[in-house]
């Protein structure tokens, strides 16, 4: 790394004790900056990077709720608003027990060059709480919710800052969270939230948006090498939104994808996971991965508490949660003849796997280009409000199409000018830095 990003990084670290998935996401951004500063002193001398590590607004709050047995339970919110340099604040809600700063940050920082790779106008942000949705009603739930958006309702806005779904938020949380914003500012505000329920100002295909278009990404980058999806043997972890819709169009697209898993561990089905089931599974019932084992018979087994990455495959779409992916895992991926990575989650690759995919020539799409469909699909959402309009599936796709291949050859051309063919990690972080740094030299010092 290059002496006055070494320097910044480590002020980085002194600023941020203990938060290490922010580290870690800042230390992948200095890795591949390297060229950019060499070549524009102008964004050193406006501090650009200095302020882009440091969040525009950070709130951390309490959310008191009541539980079924009326006992009181105390949860953590945050919202952190990073970068508003291309847009208002963007990003999603994470609910999860291992939700603190530190993965807010991570997540937040990750998404202001995301965003800006996506073409669309929107800064970057992030929030949740370490509030575990697994397990409770639908009605601690919506208590839950309505209580988080009591006090992040007065922090958002069509026009300042537009939270979405990430783990632990689906459909049903933003329903109630909607609900309740609607209820105390008395606005029919549609472009507050995006992931909405498509009778009530959602968009078609936001659900599919963000496994599609990993997988569209892949498919991508396997034809500049003069293949396709067609024929992969696919592996998917995780199986929650992005997993499934990952392996829905790996199917549409030819391939077979023969795993899946949750935190208690995967399936993997020679047959091909038959989607239909799954679905049923964990989306109609919020059930465990192995009933899907149990349901599907013959061709399918669960493995309890191991890793997904031990079953071979040509094409891996990581689609969990963060660090999932470790060196071991990347090697035996190696070892058994991966060809290609797309990352539905963010971050879901260490440091070192991502290393080691790239010796060993693995197309690797990091997450900030390869799950940018979500968000770009929710800006999509945004301007769909906007207009009050409600445009067709088709039409959604094939812009969603559109804007994965902008991304991928965004990123592809950028590392060739960098001097790094083909590397998809240094021409994503590269390309979205230069648009925000370029807005944020614009505005002045603010
Ligand atoms: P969901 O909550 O729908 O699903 C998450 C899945 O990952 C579940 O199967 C869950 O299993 C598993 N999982 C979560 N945490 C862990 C863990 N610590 N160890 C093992 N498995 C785990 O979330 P999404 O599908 O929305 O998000 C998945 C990833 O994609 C996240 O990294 C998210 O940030 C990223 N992403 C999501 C976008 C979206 O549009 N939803 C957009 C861009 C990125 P279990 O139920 O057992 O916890």
């Not at 539905?344 to 690797?364: D, I, R, W």
Request: charged share 20%.
């Amino acid at each position: 790394m290059e002496r006055g990003l070494e320097n910044l990084r480590d002020e980085v670290f002194r600023r941020n004790p203990g938060e290490s998935e922010f580290h870690q996401a800042v230390t992948e951004v200095f890795e591949a900056l390297g060229p950019v500063v060499s070549r524009h002193p102008e964004y050193a001398d406006a501090g650009i990077l200095r302020r882009m590590c440091e969040p525009e607004r950070q709130i951390i709050f309490r959310i008191p709720w009541v539980d079924d047995a009326g006992t009181v339970q105390i949860n953590r919110g945050f919202r952190v608003e990073f970068n508003s340099a291309l847009g208002p604040y963007k990003g999603g809600l994470r609910f999860h027990p291992s939700v603190y700063l530190g993965i807010i940050k991570f997540l937040g920082f990750e998404q202001i060059f995301k965003n800006a790779l996506t073409g669309m106008p929107i800064g970057g942000g992030k929030g949740g709480s370490d509030f575990d949705p697994a397990g409770r009603s639908d009605a601690e739930v919506m208590r839950f919710c309505q209580s988080f958006m009591t006090e992040l309702y007065r922090h958002i806005g069509e026009h300042t800052d537009v939270p979405a779904g990430d783990i632990g938020v689906g459909a049903r949380e933003i329903g109630y969270l909607f609900g309740q914003y609607k209820r105390i500012t008395n606005r029919f505000e549609s472009g507050v939230l995006t992931g909405k329920g498509i009778t009530w100002g959602g968009s078609l295909v936001r659900p599919e948006a963000t496994g599609y278009g990993a997988v569209m990404f892949a498919d991508r980058m396997l034809r500049t090498h003069g293949r396709s999806m067609e024929g992969q043997r696919v592996l998917v972890s995780g199986s929650g939104n992005v997993a499934l819709n990952a392996i829905a169009k790996a199917e549409q697209l030819g391939a077979v994808a023969v795993t899946a898993s949750d935190s208690s561990g995967y399936v993997v089905d020679e047959a091909g996971i038959d989607l239909e089931l799954l679905r049923e599974i964990k989306e109609a019932r919020r059930g465990r991965i192995s009933e899907y084992a149990e349901q599907r018979g013959g061709t399918a087994r669960f493995v309890a508490g191991a890793s997904v990455w031990d079953v071979p495959g040509t094409v891996a779409i990581p689609s969990a949660t963060q660090n999932e992916l470790d060196e071991n895992a990347a090697q035996t991926l190696v070892k058994n003849g991966l060809i290609a990575v797309a990352e539905g989650a963010n971050m879901p690759s260490t440091q070192k796997a991502t290393e080691l995919f790239l010796q060993a020539g693995v197309l690797f799409g990091p997450g900030k280009a390869a799950n940018a469909g979500g968000v770009a699909t929710s800006a999509l959402e945004m301007q769909q409000n906007a207009s009050r309009d409600t445009w067709s599936f088709e039409n959604t796709h094939d812009r969603l199409e559109t804007i994965m291949t902008g991304v991928h050859d965004r990123c592809l051309e950028t590392a060739d000018q960098y001097g790094a063919p083909g590397n998809y990690v240094v021409g994503a972080n590269i390309a979205g830095f230069i648009k925000v740094a370029d807005a944020m030299l614009a505005q002045g010092v603010v």
